[in-house]
């Protein structure tokens, strides 16, 4: 009779994450027994910067990472209220498609703004000395620029300074 009264029974199907008692502990009404998750309900939680709300709310569809798996879904929560702490505020995102499991580490990515760039192919660029140059077709001809680059990618590089563009660029 006391077997049959020692059964316990999960409310929905899910994985036990944790035991909380062991065998021989007296479990008493209440107290929780396991912690369990369900694989298809699991969130990605994040920590944003206060500022960075605007960004990331409430329906928002966000790209996500989470080891070789990538996705884009809809912000599901956003917090109320921020950590005064740490100036942050804690959204979740659910993971659709991927075995995750809780304590995983994901990414979560979320535009914050765009901007114009003068871009050049990184064959463009030499220097001169210390200075950054690039050729230029004018009127004239064929004619260096010295310019102030920026972030420089595997194919192009930014250009802050020495361009307006639109310009003919060569290749020295």
């Known amino acids: ?54 960004y990331a709310e409430l329906g928002a569809v966000l790209a996500w990472g989470l080891g070789d798996a990538e996705g884009r879904s809809a912000v599901s929560e956003v917090a109320p209220s921020s950590d005064p702490r740490s100036r942050t505020v804690r959204i979740r995102v659910p993971l659709e498609g991927p075995a995750a ?10 535009q914050v703004g765009e901007r114009e760039q003068v871009t050049v192919p990184a064959a463009a660029g030499f220097r001169v000395g210390q200075v950054e140059m690039v050729l230029v077709k004018e009127a004239r001809g064929w004619v260096r620029r010295a310019v102030r680059t920026g ?15 639109g310009e003919e660029i060569g290749l020295p």
């Open 1 to 54: 009779i006391q077997l049959g009264k020692a059964k316990v029974h999960a409310t929905r199907d899910a994985v036990v994450e944790a035991r909380l008692v062991g065998p021989g502990d007296l479990a008493v009404p209440g107290t929780p027994l396991f912690e369990l998750y369900d694989p298809r309900q699991v969130c990605l939680e994040a920590q944003l910067p206060v500022g960075d709300r605007g």
């Open 151 to 165: 972030a420089a990618g595997p194919d192009s590089i930014e250009i802050l300074a020495g361009l307006a563009g």
């Open 101 to 110: 499991a809780p304590g995983d580490f994901g990414t979560l990515l979320y």
